[in-house]
């Protein structure tokens, strides 16, 4: 496809339980970045990739959160021993190059609800 | 700490008015200020941007104004129209690609 995909879209987990969540970025796009949206909160920046490195991961909430990217490609971002506080929309979004900006293209987000 | 604030969480408009949308941040680094437009179900689609050393951009019915001594920006839509109908988050970046986002605001055009 042409745009940013994200899998899946929805997500019901039971505390305690980890979860996968995929992207998988415009294809040529260097530059790949993971956002979270809690219900009536702006975007809170997790962690951002140029390539398969991560120069960014100040945003990433406690060591249960962790993200792998394979090359230029898909990401991961997995989170362990889920908690009711990692409820929210997971968005990820990719652009051309880091560096300098770069329009970044968010995907449609996963829904993750933790009970 | 928020760095941008959106102060309205909604606002409403006729159609055919003016929207004006607001947003204030705190970082004087910020090199350039977006804005995104964001429909349920769906991520945000980027809309329009300013650098910081402009005042200034205009794209069709949007305009972007920048005001740095007030540390304020704000997205004008003329005139606007039902499907502007959507949540609007201002967002800003400094050097490293890291979006800063504000908490949205929800605009509801009336016919």
């Known amino acids: 496809g042409a745009g940013v995909s994200q899998s899946p879209s929805n997500k019901v987990t039971e505390k305690g339980k980890d979860v996968e969540l995929r992207c998988d970025p415009i294809s040529g796009h260097t530059a790949l970045y993971w956002y979270r949206q809690r219900l009536g909160q702006g975007l809170e920046f997790l962690i951002y990739f140029q390539g398969n490195s991560a120069p960014d991961k100040s945003g990433l909430p406690s060591d249960r959160f962790s993200a792998e990217r394979t090359g230029e490609s898909v990401s991961t971002l997995t989170i362990q021993r889920t908690q009711q506080e990692d409820s929210a929309v997971y968005l990820c979004a990719s652009s051309r190059a880091g560096g300098t900006y770069n329009e970044q293209f968010f995907g449609p987000g996963t829904r993750l609800t933790v009970l | 700490d928020q760095q941008v604030k959106q102060n309205s969480p909604s606002l409403s408009v006729q159609e055919g008015r003016i929207s004006i949308l607001n947003c204030d941040y705190t970082n004087s680094m910020f090199d350039y200020f977006l804005w995104y437009k964001k429909y349920p179900a769906e991520g945000p689609t980027f809309l329009i941007s300013?650098?910081?050393?402009?005042d200034k951009n205009e794209d069709g019915r949007f305009t972007v104004f920048l005001n740095k001594s007030a540390k304020h920006l704000s997205l004008h839509i003329v005139p606007s129209q039902p499907g502007d109908s959507a949540v609007y988050f201002c967002a800003a970046i400094q050097g490293a690609q890291k979006l800063v986002f504000g908490q949205g605001t929800r605009l509801t055009i009336n016919p």
């Open positions: 300013i650098s910081s050393i402009k």
